[in-house]
């Protein structure tokens, strides 16, 4: 258990409906980042937040949002539903701001589009 | 801009022969550089990293790389593949800008390994 939770693990949605993954970091930790990962694209920073305000956007969708709580949790947004967003999205965390230590990833949410 | 060039995506070693996994990096700044390694199902895991200090850097489960300033290079090398060390592995560099700093990964590299 690396201390970052995803939940849901699976998630299976029809095209053009919406879903949210949440994601809590490891205790300590401040910054939550998104990534997509496919075999096409690999792995694609989406977005980070720190401490509840957003720092950097990566390759994100308009269809996509993102916000971390108080309590510093995450929950991304994902809209209008494309069968090319099916994916492996990841969070990690890391206890600063500039990741110079690398990150811990939690274990994903995997989502098809039907 | 910051980015990792891993060279091969599919890596086949027999089990007890030497695993080199090739990584090369651009930045116009000192790096900071990392490798993670990811199970089947699983998320990544932190293998090791290099943050300017020694060159050579050990990390977990044998494994170690080292950081060529020359080359552009940090190669993930370990003496005796294991069958268990199957997976993909990724190199990622760290990327500064105003407001924060994130990683940016590499491609990947699948490493199979033969009995």
């Known amino acids: 258990d690396s201390g970052v939770t995803q939940t849901p693990k699976h998630l299976i949605t029809a095209t053009g409906q919406r879903v949210t993954l949440r994601c809590s970091p490891r205790s300590g930790d401040l910054s939550v980042y998104w990534y997509q990962q496919s075999l096409d694209q690999g792995l694609q920073f989406l977005i980070q937040?720190?401490?509840?305000?957003?720092?950097a956007k990566g390759n994100i969708l308009e269809r996509f949002s993102a916000q971390q709580f108080p309590d510093l949790h995450s929950e991304l947004n994902l809209s209008s539903l494309e069968l090319g967003d099916s994916a492996l999205y990841f969070c990690?965390?890391?206890?600063?701001?500039?990741?110079?230590?690398?990150?811990?990833f939690g274990s994903g949410t995997r989502l098809t589009v039907v | 801009a910051q980015s990792v060039t891993q060279l091969g995506s599919h890596v086949s070693v027999s089990e007890g022969a030497l695993v080199l996994l090739r990584c090369n990096y651009s930045?116009?700044?000192?790096?900071?550089l990392f490798w993670y390694v990811q199970y089947p199902n699983q998320g990544l895991q932190l293998l090791l990293k290099?943050?300017?200090?020694?060159?050579l850097v050990k990390g977990i489960n044998g494994f170690e790389a080292e950081f060529k300033k020359s080359e552009t290079s940090f190669h993930l090398t370990k003496p005796s593949a294991h069958m268990s060390d199957a997976a993909e592995y990724f190199c990622a560099v760290q990327v500064i800008y105003n407001q924060g700093g994130k990683l940016i990964f590499g491609q990947g590299t699948e490493l199979s390994v033969k009995p």
């Open positions: 930045s116009s700044v000192p790096p900071y």
């Open positions: 290099y943050t300017s200090a020694a060159t």
């Open positions: 990690a965390s890391s206890p600063g701001f500039s990741a110079n230590y690398g990150y811990t």
């Open positions: 937040y720190y401490n509840g305000e957003e720092r």
